[in-house]
Every structure is written in structure tokens, then in C-alpha cells.
Nanobody, 124 residues
Framework: QVQLVESGGGLVQAGDSLRLSCAASGRTFSSYAMGWFRQGPGKEREFVAAITWSGGSTYYADSVKGRFTISRDNAKKTVYLQMNSLKPEDTAVYYC?????????????????WGQGTQVTVSS
């Protein structure tokens, strides 16, 4: 069982940066692939970024590639999402997720556990 708690969201202006954190409980964090998803107002939840258990591979949605960076610190049981050059269309609730499969990381089905989400609002 893994519990995930996101933090770091807030209200920023276009062009600003934010770093989201997702702290995990449990002893097996290092065996989980981790992902970030988001759900904007009136939109379906969408994939943002993912990282394998070792951190050796990362994946990004085209809409955030080059602006967002996912990373993890297994000793701290935390995954991060560094978001630069934020745009109003990045406004959403951001969720982190943990999965044991290690594949299908661009889809919700690739994950077993979800956090409660943190709001990111980007004003123009």
C-alpha cells in the first residue's frame, strides 16, 4: 500500500515556474514507477510525465516537453515535477500516481495508487 501526498501548487503568472512534490509512504517506493497527470476545468484527466523506478527513463506529454522535468529521490520517497515557462493552459489539478507494472505509463491504467491532487493556476 502506498499513500501519496502532493504539494507545491499555487497561483502564478504566465512564464513563472513551480515545483510540485509528491511524498510517498510505504517501504517499497523505489520499486514503483511514478507519474504526474492533470485535469483542467471541463477537461478529462491527461498524462503529463512519468519516470521509471530507477529514474533511468522519463516520458513526457508533447504539450509539456522541454518545459517540465520529472525527477525522483528514492531516499526521500519523493517525486518532483519542475514546471517552467508556465502557460494559462497548464492550469489544472495535478495528481501524482504510483504503479508497479512499469509499463503503460502514459495511461491511467498503468498506476495503482493516486494522490489527492494539488491545484495549479496560471494567470495570463
Amino acid at each position: 500500500q502506498v499513500q501519496l501526498v502532493e504539494s507545491g501548487g499555487g497561483l502564478v503568472q504566465a512564464g513563472d515556474s513551480l515545483r510540485l512534490s509528491c511524498a510517498a509512504s510505504g517501504r517499497t517506493f523505489s520499486s514503483y514507477a511514478m507519474g504526474w497527470f492533470r485535469q483542467g476545468p471541463g477537461k478529462e484527466r491527461e498524462f503529463v510525465a512519468a519516470i521509471t523506478w530507477s529514474g533511468g527513463s522519463t516520458y513526457y506529454a508533447d504539450s509539456v516537453k522541454g518545459r517540465f522535468t520529472i525527477s525522483r529521490d528514492n531516499a526521500k520517497k519523493t517525486v518532483y515535477l519542475q514546471m517552467n515557462s508556465l502557460k494559462p493552459e497548464d492550469t489544472a489539478v495535478y495528481y501524482c500516481a504510483a504503479g508497479t507494472r512499469g509499463y503503460g505509463l502514459r495511461g491511467s491504467d498503468g498506476y495503482d495508487y493516486w494522490g489527492q491532487g494539488t491545484q495549479v493556476t496560471v494567470s495570463s
